[in-house]
Structure formats: C-alpha cells, structure tokens
C-alpha cells in the first residue's frame, strides 16, 4: 500500500505548470554573511539558513525545514496531523526531489523573499498518525500559505521579519485551527535549551522536557557561538490563544525543533479567510538573540 501512496504527489504535480522555488537571500549580520535558500525540491520552503558558515536548518525529508503547518478538526473531530496541510510537502515525498505541495508564487525582490504555496496534506487518504485515520480525502489541499522574509529591521540586525497569512478555505467546516506559524528544525549541536525572561531580560536554562510555554525559546550551542529563536508580537483573536512557544528534542533523528503555535477554537464553523501573523526569528550568538529579544519585547509589549 506505501507503493501506491508515493504515486499519488507524482500525478497531482504533473498537471500544474512548475514555478521554480530555488531562490536566495543574503545580507550581512553582526559582520557576518547570512544566507537563506528555498528550493523546489519543498516547495520554496526554507531549506537552509546559514550564518557565520555554520548551517541552523537540519533539512531531511519534507517536514524538518525552516516552515509553517496547520492542523484543524474535521467536523468537530480533531487528531494531530490526520488533517494538516504543511508547507514543505508531505510524509510521503520522504527524501525525494519533489514536493506534493505545489508554489504558486516566488519572488526575492528589494530584499525580501515572498513565496505562495498551496499545501499538501501531511498524511496521504488511508495513512494514520497515532492510530487514527487521516481526515483529508486528497493529498494536496485548497489552503495557501504566504510568507514574506526580510534580514533585519531598523535596529534590529539579528532579527529577521517573517510574516505568514495562512487562507483557510471553505470547502471543510472547521471549529478548530491550530497554526504552527513557525517552526525550525536545527542539528542537535544546538540542543541548549533557553527561555527569554521579560523581567531581567535574561535568557534562562529550560530542563529537559518537551513542550510549550508562554515565553520566547531560543536554541543555542553550549559555547553560545550560535543560537536562533522566535518571537511573535501578534495578539489572538477572540477565542484565539498564543502565541506558544514549544521546544522539542528526538534523540534517534539527532535533530531538535522550535515553534510558534497559535489556536483557535469556536463552537461554530470559523469562517474561511486570512490568519495573519507576524514572527521575528532571532538568528547570531546567543547573546545576540538575547539582546534582540529585549529590544523586541520593549517594542512590542503591551502598554
């Protein structure tokens, strides 16, 4: 049955003209070169962030990248990853070329890289997660994701400006939507974990433990040399919780993750449309990261 899976992506890109997701943007921070890379293989996902030489990005299969995903319930029920469009691509592609997820758009233009892309389901019609079935009744979804990136900002040269307008459609009811707005996927040499703390403005050992918290995570090597975290600015909507900030390790894969998730739940349909959110990615030493999360925090915290 895995055989006939793997067909599915191969005919549904086959009937779309190809737009060219190999793209770069590069600027200097902190001195140093720091350069990001989409490729087709994900779709115009991130494929690689450099800085200093050193790579941040553990890109593997069509899920471990620098990208956004979705999860939401199908008609009230809701199973992690059984209905998840993802950016890069599906479980599925695995370590192959190509994406189920189609681009639609690339640009790099006047220093910011812009990209569309409609999503692929992360699970394909009859594969489970957890012992549940997948919701999706295709392998490539009507939902869009936009992002736009930028290095730097006025000040603020260790910050990166990502934004991302998730377009949920209409075509499912959902009550439901859990947006990882971000999430980055590192080496496991960056597998110290740390918390921003507003108060002393100080970034603070976490224990080991998988998980979400209410504060800004940032990952780092133990010398410090090299570290990158998030932070979001954007407030939730009426029955809208996050940001969350999770830290995740898996130890057989050597690789560790962060992300920004955003929920939310009504006890109606939630109409179709736009979810915007603006994130700040943190990338140089970890000293560096610690300042820019003071700066940001003083920027954008609630008065």
Not at 192 to 202: G, K, P, V, Y
Request: hydrophobic residues 40%.
């Amino acid at each position: 049955m895995k055989a006939g899976w793997l067909l599915l992506p191969a005919l549904a890109l086959a009937q779309v003209p190809a737009v060219s997701g190999d793209a770069e943007l590069a600027g200097i921070v902190g001195g140093k070169p720091l350069v990001i890379r989409t490729t087709s293989r994900l779709a115009g996902a991130i494929d690689s962030l450099k800085w200093d030489g050193v790579e941040f990005i553990d890109s593997h299969d069509h899920g471990r990248q620098l990208q956004s995903a979705l999860n939401a319930d199908v008609d009230g029920v809701f199973h992690v990853e059984c209905y998840n469009p993802t950016e890069a691509g599906s479980v599925v592609d695995a370590l192959g070329p190509r994406s189920t997820s189609q681009l639609e758009f690339l640009s790099v233009k006047d220093g910011v890289l812009s990209t569309r892309t409609r999503m692929a389901y992360w699970l394909v019609p009859g594969m489970r997660s957890h012992g549940q079935l997948a919701q999706n009744r295709e392998a490539l979804s009507q939902h869009r994701l936009s992002k736009s990136v930028r290095i730097g900002r006025p000040g603020m040269e260790h910050a990166l400006d990502y934004r991302v307008t998730f377009t949920v459609p209409a075509d499912r009811p959902h009550q439901f939507l859990q947006f990882e707005a971000l999430t980055g996927y590192m080496p496991m040499t960056f597998a110290q974990e740390l918390r921003f703390d507003a108060r002393t403005s100080s970034l603070q050992p976490l224990p080991r433990q998988d998980g979400e918290i209410a504060s800004p995570v940032v990952l780092s090597t133990a010398s410090g040399s090299h570290a990158m975290g998030v932070f979001s600015p954007s407030r939730g909507l009426v029955g809208q919780l996050g940001p969350g900030y999770g830290r995740f390790q898996f130890s057989r894969e050597q690789v560790v993750k962060w992300n920004c998730v955003f929920r939310l739940r009504q006890g109606v349909p939630i109409a179709p449309g736009d979810h915007t959110f603006q994130l700040f990615v943190v990338v140089g030493t970890r000293e560096d990261c610690r300042r820019t999360l003071t700066d940001l925090h003083r920027e954008f915290a609630p008065r």
